[in-house]
């Protein structure tokens, strides 16, 4: 019987202690079925067969993003992005042109803010007046955790005055009594994104983890399905084949099972169950309903958490108080609170992720996995800690004994080069450096590390973000060492490792015969790159269970 699909003509790498290297792969019904030389495996074309000539770049397994924001990153590809916007007149230039464009839009609305935008001075409401007055104007910070509103924006919102809000999320205040403009954490500006064209449908997923209500009509969830559609897509065309979702609700799964239905079978995905601090812990229970998506193209099988916010704001747990300013940041959950709700999760077989950016959330989940395994007793419940971008040095070696895989993303460290790097006495004490964003630390500990993009936050593209471990940059010598990856280190933990964490390691993440037709294929050989070219390669063919999803 002829293949399917060959690959000819590549530099393989399999992630298969095996066979490590190939020319050529076969695949047929979906799976790969024969990996070798290219004699061998043109011997089993057929008149049928589509053949692939991968012009000799590298041909890996399909990428797996093990951290992303489908439903929104898809929403903010139409959206005004700021990124890498560091001064008021860039910023105002592009904030007018857009509200020129769109002069109906109820709420103008910009993405990727770097806390920099104004050249250092404090985003405020009356500085964003200044660029735009008589319209609602918001602008969200690059890591989602931040917006910043206009007068008519908090008025639109009934948060001028200011708002009751649970712990972890704040309205600023000013000396008089009004709001300043920054709302931090997700139930601070949750009331603002409900006034956006979709109601903010996109961000429920992250900020409150339930369905929209009232349910949305026909002509909403069409427009919904046709942005989740353009994101799967976006994903294929970055050679990804599976993604795990860091937000969740049943209604995400409801449309991409009915995309599937509709036969746009492009990439596999993961959907959690998201459960807030001001949930009843009994909500767990919904994690029931979404287990039901348990197909080899979606399912649900995990629960997510935020156990702080993030460094630029001060709101991520530290373990001690910020150089530059008091406090140690916010603690979204009560240790008793997380110990039960994280016991519940993992005595039900739910793998758990929690976001822990600062060292003192870390040590905090750290802890409430302990107890879940003091209390169940230990499984292979493959837990996960999402950034920890802080780490005490005391709780490094907890993660390999716990069992609790690391998941980072170099692009969000500095030494990575995307966004700019603390100065001196800024968010992190001299001695808390050499352990912040500590990828070679993790890794030689023995834990279990995977990478990713946390998309929208950073762009979803996979080389840049493999060149950030591999080629990062040097920060001085108060950051210690560089935390440095070797390119294979940096692809495992893309593909191969990824698969492990998602419980698929006999399905997909390596290239080896039985398992899933997932394979990307690359512009370059990336062994032939210098570790700091790798993000001039991009994928030219993404395929999905043997069908190619994107060609250049």
């Known amino acids: 019987m002829s293949a399917d699909l060959i690959i000819i003509n590549g530099h393989l790498k399999t992630f298969d202690t095996a066979q490590p290297t190939a020319r050529a792969l076969a695949i047929s019904g979906g799976r790969i079925t024969a990996v070798g030389d290219e004699d061998e495996i043109t011997a089993l074309a057929g008149p049928e067969t589509t053949m692939i000539d991968a012009q000799g770049g590298t041909v890996l397994p399909g990428f797996i993003e093990s951290h992303i924001h489908l439903f929104s990153g898809a929403v903010e590809l139409d959206l005004l992005n700021l990124a890498g916007i560091s001064t008021a007149e860039s910023a105002a230039t592009l904030i007018r042109e857009r509200a020129a464009q769109e002069p109906d839009m109820p709420l103008i609305f910009g993405v990727g803010t770097e806390y920099t935008l104004l050249g250092g001075a404090p985003i405020t409401r009356h500085a964003l007046d200044a660029i735009i007055a008589d319209r609602p104007l918001a602008i969200m910070a690059a890591d989602h955790h931040t917006v910043w509103a206009n007068t008519a924006a908090l008025k639109m919102a009934d948060l001028l005055h200011g708002a009751d809000m649970p712990a972890g999320s704040t309205v600023e205040m000013a000396s008089d009594g009004t709001a300043t403009g920054a709302l931090f954490e997700f139930a601070a500006f949750q009331p603002l994104l409900a006034h956006m064209p979709t109601g903010g449908r996109e961000y429920l997923g992250l900020t ?36 795990h979702n860091m937000d969740g609700n049943l209604y995400q799964l409801e449309l991409l099972q009915e995309l599937l239905d509709d036969g746009h079978r492009i990439v596999r995905g993961e959907v959690p169950l998201h459960i807030t601090n001001v949930d009843p812990v009994t909500r767990i229970e919904e994690a029931h309903e979404m287990g039901r998506y348990a197909s080899e193209w979606l399912w649900s099988r995990r629960l997510k958490l935020f156990a702080d916010g993030v460094l630029d704001s001060g709101t991520a747990l530290m373990t001690e108080p910020y150089p530059d300013h008091p406090g140690t940041g916010q603690q979204i959950f009560a240790p008793d609170h997380m110990n039960d709700l994280v016991a519940r999760a993992d005595a039900m077989g739910l793998q758990v992720s929690v976001h822990c950016v600062g060292c003192g959330a870390v040590r905090q989940v750290l802890d409430a996995y302990e107890n879940a395994a003091r209390v169940n007793g230990p499984r292979d419940s493959r837990h996960r800690i999402e950034h920890i971008e802080s780490l005490h040095p005391n709780d490094l070696p907890r993660f390999a004994k716990l069992g609790v895989v690391a998941s980072m993303q170099p692009l969000h460290s500095p030494r990575a080069g995307f966004f700019p790097a603390y100065g001196p006495g800024e968010t992190l004490h001299p001695h808390q450096r050499p352990h912040a964003f500590a990828w070679r630390e993790i890794r030689d500990s023995g834990a279990h590390l995977i990478f990713s993009t946390d998309w929208p936050v950073v762009p979803v593209p996979v080389m840049p973000t493999i060149q950030g471990a591999i080629a990062p940059h040097a920060l001085g010598e108060d950051w210690g060492h560089d935390q440095r990856q070797t390119l294979d280190e940096a692809l495992a933990a893309y593909t191969r490792d990824a698969a492990w964490v998602e419980f698929s390691e006999n399905s997909k993440g390596q290239l080896m015969p039985g398992l899933f037709g997932d394979v990307v294929i690359m512009s370059r050989n990336l062994d032939m790159l210098a570790p700091d070219e790798v993000a001039q390669a991009s994928p030219i063919t993404t395929i999905c269970n043997g069908q190619i999803t994107y060609q250049a």
């Open 208 to 243: 409150v983890g339930r369905d929209p209500q009232p349910r949305p009509d026909a002509a909403a969830r069409a427009k919904d399905k046709a942005a989740i559609l353009r994101g799967l897509k976006h994903l294929a065309q970055n050679g990804i084949t599976s993604f």
